[in-house]
């Protein structure tokens, strides 16, 4: 019986090529030989942005990060979102198998449009998700327009005169 398998050329390229990763990584972030360097990483936070008529939110996954380690900022068109995870110190390293959790600092950045009025900020931190909602100005919301139609009116049943 004849198996077939789908060929792959590049396969091999990129096993090789995460090894090199990984061998840098550790190469440049360790200290003494030991995984502190994953507890230092530094790490970007998952965003959802969305937009209604009023409004355009921000949602950042952020927990474990005390509300005071987070510093919003509204510059020059610019919304700057800077925090900071810390590695607990309290357990001790040895017993550590595997460290998953990135910690760190972070900045996020974001071009804010002209539409947003940068004196309307607000932020509300809750369950590690930091919601940022930024108001829209007045005139950039939108307006309903009433349509006038104009031309001949006709009463119902008859129609336009015909002149012969």
Do not use: C, W
């Amino acid at each position: 019986m004849t198996v077939l398998t789908r060929f792959y050329p590049y396969r091999e390229l990129n096993t090789l090529q995460d090894r090199v990763n990984r061998l840098f990584h550790e190469s440049f972030n360790s200290h003494d030989g030991r995984d502190e360097s994953l507890a230092t990483s530094s790490f970007a936070p998952a965003v959802d942005v969305y937009e209604d008529e009023h409004n355009i939110t921000l949602k950042l996954e952020v927990p474990g990060i005390d509300e005071k380690d987070i510093d919003v900022r509204v510059e020059n068109g610019t919304l700057t979102v800077h925090g900071e995870r810390k590695f607990e110190k309290d357990e001790k390293e040895e017993n550590y198998r595997r460290i998953e959790r990135q910690y760190g600092s972070f900045t996020r950045t974001f071009t804010l449009p002209n539409t947003v009025d940068t004196e309307s900020v607000s932020a509300d931190y809750d369950k590690g998700v930091l919601k940022i909602k930024l108001a829209k100005k007045s005139e950039a919301k939108p307006k309903q327009i009433k349509v006038n139609v104009s031309g001949e009116k006709t009463l119902e049943g008859k129609g336009p005169s015909k002149a012969a």
